[in-house]
């Protein structure tokens, strides 16, 4: 067949060039364009009919394999220009024939690619009668922080081909000229023609998210794009993501914490892929990939978003389905095909199904089990916790962390198993609710209140607590100081206060970092929230139990199902959640256990400070206790470390090429929300609220009046305090299983999460109309100065 731009982007069908056209559109500028499909037959009369024009013609190779992000396949397959319309279907079988030369089978070889090759689909593209043309990279392959621009007087194929020499340009990534190599008399480009390309291949790298090496003309001054490729020559690939770590691990991280979660990502994700049936041979291959899920930039922690596929790429199923899982584990930018064709091939047939379903088998069996895993494992999280208690001499204090990782960290079955079956149940539940009944409304409707999700009961003894001083005004106002003092002489509120230090004190922000203070530290924020809650009246908790039969009714089968579904996921949400304080548990041990080791190092002089710790790894302080240290001067080392000065957050996701430290980091381009006073994010808990917004950043030192609404980058479960407080929530970060999203619903507060470049829309005072139901903030009024 014969495709053009209208047509979806398919580069099964289209091959790497014409693919690359398609998906850039109609916004550039491209000279009309058709790709002929590899099992075409081609007649004359084809190009009388394709609607391009009289020609001439520019008749290019488009192979599958071609313009790859790892290899290009530059100049190995024949091009032809200024062909006549009658000499198209020629000119196009000695494309396709131009496979089976010796320089492309030396170049597949070289590449260790298939040696039969497959007939590629051919581009025929009107010709442009150039002034001048070129190429241009997004990404200078000397200086990466430049963008590259080369031109020539007529035509670019004695250019491309290497035969002669062309201007050079190199300019800023903001249009400046930096420097300019002039072949003869006259410069081929002004310096406004060099920033509008410029300008185009920046455009192109922003809509593959990657670099790009284009072929462009310019004729009667109209400049045109006529290629655009990855650039494949700057090293291998790395894409670093934050954007769901940062709600665990956001602004700067401590080498002990990074180094901490970096072991237990490896180890967890390790056991994830046995428990799906992937064999333990190939897990052990991949060894280098689980080590490597998590990077430490500038001090931030990101993932490893590509070493993320190649995990997802293990389990059986993902080469049949690939963007069905991406979206159950939750990935909110999915990769380009192209990208994703190199890391995990699309696999069919008889053996791939059979993998699938010994998975299928395997994950089922968990399924049933589960009940009894997350007895057991909460079970033996007891203890161990109870084994390994955060005292003793240095010796002791590092077995005992030892034998935490041995009992915990390296069989953390059960919530990994919940964890998947959650996102499978909550997807499925969704899914069949908006096919039935047309609404995701009724869906979030029906996760709300269904109790025994235990981090909706700190903000429950909140409310308790400010409801037994409301009536005491100074007491209130002592409270919403954060005065320690401020419960002395109220025994029944110092009980209170203790019992809950007791049962959630680890309950901190940023609680999955080891440095974070937790309210056994500082208890300022507990106060806070209570004396704040203390003059807010609650709404009771409203959840209708007939929604489901209403909107089901006269289908008794549907309602049937749809019932059990929904009871599933609500029980695997309630689970998640509640496995996931069982981490904070394990984690604040850990925190406990590092701190002792601190103190005492403190005390021999090793350190000069407890908190010191921090600033090492966790190998090197167990090597100062175990004898496997390499470096002799650990103060040294920490006053290395201390001294380091913050460098601003790098972007949320970027591209590396090469060695990360001497790699210019490469943003992917996001979607920027055209309305000044209207944002869309993910509606989870329904209710609509008008209010003044309070923006937070960090919680543990600003506090939540009564009626406003919260306004976060991100939560986690540290930031209930201010929930109970909260009118309503609105979170640049997120998902509909975010720890936001789950006790929001659970507590019944209006909320949306997911608003793309909520933190820079909003200031404190900005009035607003949150719609939980359908997701949309509309500011209504600015602060008042």
């Known amino acids: 067949m014969i495709l053009g731009p209208d047509d979806t982007p398919d580069i099964a069908q289209m091959g790497g060039k014409a693919f690359a056209l398609a998906k850039l559109g109609a916004d550039y500028p491209i000279p009309p364009w058709r790709v002929v499909t590899p099992d075409h037959v081609v007649g004359s009369e084809d190009w009388q009919q394709a609607g391009l024009g009289p020609g001439p013609f520019a008749v290019r190779s488009s192979a ?62 009107q010709m442009v009668p150039a002034q001048c043309a070129g190429v241009a990279f997004s990404v200078d392959p000397v200086d990466g922080r430049l963008v590259t621009v080369i031109a020539t007087s007529g035509l670019a194929d004695k250019l491309v081909d290497g035969m002669v020499d062309g201007d050079m340009y190199r300019l800023t990534r903001d249009g400046k000229p930096v420097s300019a190599t002039v072949q003869g008399g006259n410069a081929v480009l002004d310096t406004q ?106 001090g931030h922690v990101y993932y490893n978003l590509l070493n993320w596929y190649r995990v997802l790429a293990l389990l059986p199923g993902f080469g049949i389905n690939r963007r069905f899982m991406e979206q159950m584990m939750g990935v909110s930018s999915p990769l380009p095909d192209d990208t994703l064709d190199q890391i995990a091939p699309r696999r069919g047939g008889i053996a791939a199904w059979g993998r699938l379903g010994w998975s299928l088998a395997c994950l089922v069996v968990h399924a049933i089990r589960l009940p009894r895993d997350i007895a057991a494992f909460q079970q033996r999280l007891d203890g161990a916790l109870e084994r390994c208690p955060p005292s003793g001499d240095l010796t002791t204090l590092a077995r005992r962390y030892r034998e935490l990782e041995a009992l915990l960290l ?88 203790a019992d809950y230090l007791r049962d959630y004190g680890d309950r901190c922000a940023q609680e999955l970092k080891l440095e974070s203070l937790t309210l056994h530290d500082d208890p300022a924020p507990l106060l806070q929230a209570i004396g704040h809650c203390a003059g807010r009246v609650t709404a009771p908790l409203q959840v209708r139990s007939d929604s489901l039969e209403q909107a089901l009714a006269g289908h008794p089968l549907r309602l049937a199902i749809a019932r059990r579904v929904v009871g599933w996921a609500r029980a695997r949400v309630r689970d998640r959640e509640n496995l996931r304080f069982e981490r904070t548990r394990v984690f604040g041990r850990v925190r406990r256990i590092f701190l ?73 381009a996001t979607h920027q929300p055209t309305s000044r006073d209207r944002r869309q994010g993910l509606g989870c808990c329904p209710g609509i609220i008008r209010a003044p917004v309070r923006v937070i950043d960090d919680p543990r030192s600003q506090s939540l009046h009564t009626g406003e609404i919260l306004v976060a980058r991100h939560t986690d479960p540290g930031w209930i305090a201010l929930f109970s407080n909260a009118a309503g929530i609105a979170v640049e970060r997120g998902s509909l299983l975010s720890h936001s999203a789950i006790v929001a619903r659970e507590m019944n507060i209006p909320a949306v999460v997911a608003v793309a470049g909520l933190m820079d829309w909003l200031k404190t005072g900005d009035i607003v109309e949150l719609d939980g139901h359908s997701g949309t903030i509309v500011k209504v009024s600015h602060e008042t100065p």
């Open 410 to 497: 390296d069989r953390w079955d059960a919530p990994l198993t919940n964890d998947f079956l959650c996102m499978i149940a909550f997807g499925t539940s969704r899914l069949l609710l908006r096919r039935w009944c047309s609404s995701d409304d009724l869906h979030n409707e029906l996760m709300i209140g269904q109790g025994g999700i235990i981090s909706a009961e700190p903000a429950r003894r909140i409310r308790q607590m400010a409801e037994a001083v409301r009536d005491d005004q100074p007491l209130v106002a002592a409270l919403c100081a954060g005065d320690a003092r401020a419960a002395e002489g109220h025994p029944v509120l110092q009980q209170a206060i």
């Open 193 to 298: 023609m060099q920033r509008s390309v410029a300008a185009l291949v920046l455009r192109a790298e922003a809509c593959f998210g990657r670099p790009q090496d284009i072929e462009w003309a310019i004729a009667g001054g109209q400049l045109h794009l006529l290629q655009s490729r990855p650039i494949t020559t700057l090293g291998e690939a790395t894409l670093w993501d934050n954007s769901n770590i940062v709600e665990s691990y956001s602004g700067v991280t401590s080498p002990l914490t990074f180094s901490f979660a970096r072991h237990v990502y490896s180890q967890i994700y390790r056991t994830f892929c046995r428990l799906l049936g992937v064999p333990a041979a190939t897990v052990t291959a991949n060894g280098r990939v689980f080590d490597n899920m998590l990077g430490y930039v500038d």
């Open 64 to 125: 599958v394999e071609e313009d790859q992000a790892g290899h290009s396949f530059a100049g190995q397959l024949q091009s032809y220009l200024n062909v006549p319309a009658d000499q198209v279907a020629n000119r196009i079988q000695a494309v396709r024939d131009s496979v089976h030369g010796e320089s492309v089978l030396a170049y597949r070889r070289m590449h260790r690619l298939q040696q039969q090759p497959a007939v590629p689909a051919v581009i025929v593209q």
């Open 596 to 668: 002792e080791i601190g103190r005492r190092l403190a005390e021999t002089g090793v350190v000069a400070q407890p908190r010191d710790i921090f600033h090492l790894e966790v190998g090197e302080v167990l090597g100062l206790i175990e004898g496997t240290a390499t470096c002799g001067d650990p103060q040294g080392l920490v006053a290395l470390r201390r001294g380091v000065t913050p460098h601003e957050p790098p972007p949320a996701r970027f591209w590396t090429y090469g060695a990360a430290c001497t790699s210019r980091r490469q943003p992917v």
